[in-house]
């Protein structure tokens, strides 16, 4: 059954998968959206990480593609990557990724709101210099974004001066949340079908 009819399916968590701990993670704003037990499955199925931390008093965030695994985000870039360099030092990094579910359209302008899934994780990054861990790393992130490729068949592998030039940052997740919104339109006339206006639900 598609998780958009069924948003009470769960899979089992897996013991590694991070979760809320502080009150950093706790979700205020419609907290019957927190759906702590999806973190990992949410980060397996995104596709861009939005990865931001601080560097001399001022914020800065970067979208990468992302490989997720155990509790651990990796993402990569060009050794002179300047957010990947910042992470070397093991400060503090904050994670965001989401997916736009549908548009929902409402017959009141404040009713006007989308379905999502969300993930904001909170860790540490450390730089991976293995050149076996990197080859690893980046044979699943690739397997994940093209499934059904494989190294020799579909795509040469990278050298290992190609890995040696690339700089791969694991951030391992101290704690996340996951929310989500799986619901129709929410405004006070949507259900009457003699107001006038339309409500409905787009797919994205």
Known sequence: MD?????????PAAPDVPGPHTDRTRIRRHADRAVPERV????????IAHVACVDD????????????????????GSPGNATLGLLRDGRSVAVAVSKLVDLVASKSASGHTANYRSVVAYGTGREIDDIAEKRRILDAMTARYFPGRAVT???EPATDEDLKRMRLTDIAIDEASAKMRDDGPPGPHDAEPDFPGSAFIAPV
């Open 153 to 155: 068949t579909d795509y």
């Open 57 to 76: 008093g001022e914020p800065r965030v970067i979208p990468f593609l992302y490989h997720y695994e155990a509790g651990h985000i990796y993402i990569h």
């Open 40 to 47: 990992e499955e949410f980060l397996m199925a995104g596709q």
């Open 3 to 11: 998780e958009r009819t069924d948003p009470t399916a769960t899979p």
